[in-house]
């Protein structure tokens, strides 16, 4: 008697399974031929993706593209300026590829201060929303690609209860946002650092 009839009392048996009409049939080499067909599958697709992927983040030389800056409100937040959504500035010409994901772009005296080779990764063939493209003539750009943001105006206030403590808040719009954008910021701050906000009287 073989070893696994022994421990278990009866033969070994194939794996089977039930298809809906009832009928029953061999799993073994069939299913494994049909799992590699459908990794297969899947994978193609992944490199399709990919694919699509990497042609939308190529550009050639003579391409407009966007650059991506990264604006900064000047509140202190646990001693980290806090980001906002990202922005564009642009659109700018490739002048070459400089490697698979390095370009070169002519930029505009206006930016003389900035490396003009920059990564794909803030390189963008922007079309989603034109409220995200900022003109340069409107903020200061560094050369790491960041800027302050202004707050324009206090639009709603609410106080945030902590285990020990309350933290009065302000919802703050801040210049080149929607409105959908603003942020919750500690009242303290706001009128520390931008006390013109509150000069109205009406928060």
């Known amino acids: 008697m073989a070893p696994y009839e022994a421990l278990y009392g009866r033969?070994?048996?194939?794996p089977t399974c039930s298809t809906e009409l009832g009928e029953r049939r061999v799993l073994g080499p069939e299913l494994v031929a049909d799992t590699e067909d459908k990794v297969k599958l899947i994978r193609d697709r992944l490199k399709e993706a990919a694919n699509l992927k990497r042609r939308e983040i190529e550009y050639v030389m003579g391409d407009s593209i966007f650059l991506k800056v990264?604006?900064?409100?000047?509140?202190?937040?646990?001693?980290?300026k806090g980001k906002l959504s990202p922005r564009f500035i642009g659109p700018y010409r490739v002048a070459r590829r400089i490697g698979p994901v390095v370009y070169q772009l002519e930029l505009?005296?206006?930016?003389?201060?900035?490396?003009d080779v920059f990564h794909v990764s803030v390189l963008r063939?922007?079309?989603?929303?034109?409220?995200?493209?900022?003109?340069?003539e409107e903020i200061e750009v560094k050369p790491d690609l960041t800027f302050e943001e202004e707050p324009i105006q206090i639009i709603g206030r609410?106080?945030?209860?902590?285990?020990?403590?309350?933290?009065p808040l302000v919802k703050v719009l801040w210049c080149n946002h929607k409105v959908e954008e603003a942020t919750w910021e500690p009242e303290e701050?706001?009128?520390?650092?931008?006390?013109?906000?509150?000069?109205?009287?009406?928060f």
């Open 11 to 14: 033969r070994f048996q194939t």
């Open 70 to 80: 990264s604006p900064w409100k000047k509140v202190l937040r646990l001693g980290r």
């Open 108 to 115: 505009p005296p206006e930016l003389g201060q900035i490396h």
């Open 125 to 136: 063939r922007y079309r989603s929303d034109p409220s995200h493209v900022v003109a340069i």
């Open 158 to 167: 609410k106080v945030k209860v902590l285990r020990r403590t309350s933290v």
């Open 189 to 202: 701050a706001m009128r520390r650092q931008h006390p013109q906000l509150f000069e109205s009287g009406e």
